[in-house]
Nanobody, 126 residues
Framework: VHVVESGGGLVQAGGSLRLSCAAS????????VGWFRQRSGKEREFLAA????????FYGDSVKGRFTISRDRAKNAAYLQMNSLKPEDTAVYYC????????????????????WGQGTQVTVSS
């Protein structure tokens, strides 16, 4: 399974970005997706997750209400809509895939995800 993120870039504080995650390979669309980020000098942080059908989402406290996770099963893609961005959102953002799924619910635990993208840089200027 190959995972690729896109959509990162430079944005001013208060602006928005939408990150995309494309998964290819033998997933048969039945996989959960998680988004994480790693700020400079910090540990990787869970942001959001969505289950294989798109019916269940879960958010980390730091982004709840500002970020929205979604997916398009037909396109084998997932998205992270990021609004009201702050300078402290500056980080490398990673998409991760859990496949095969271990439970119907989603998780914020990094080690439950099996495949990771290389990351995309998001920089928010003040």
């Amino acid at each position: 399974v190959h995972v690729v993120e896109s959509g990162g870039g430079l944005v001013q504080a208060g602006g928005s970005l939408r990150l995309s995650c494309a998964a290819s390979g033998s997933t048969s669309e039945t996989y959960h997706v998680g988004w994480f980020r790693q700020r400079s000098g910090k540990e990787r942080e869970f942001l959001a997750a969505i289950n294989w059908s798109g019916s269940v989402t879960f958010y980390g406290d730091s982004v709840k209400g500002r970020f929205t996770i979604s997916r398009d099963r037909a396109k084998n893609a997932a998205y992270l809509q990021m609004n009201s961005l702050k300078p402290e959102d500056t980080a490398v953002y990673y998409c991760a895939v859990e496949w095969p799924v271990k439970a119907m619910g989603v998780t914020q635990k990094e080690d439950e995800y099996d495949y990771w993208g290389q990351g995309t840089q998001v920089t928010v200027s003040s």
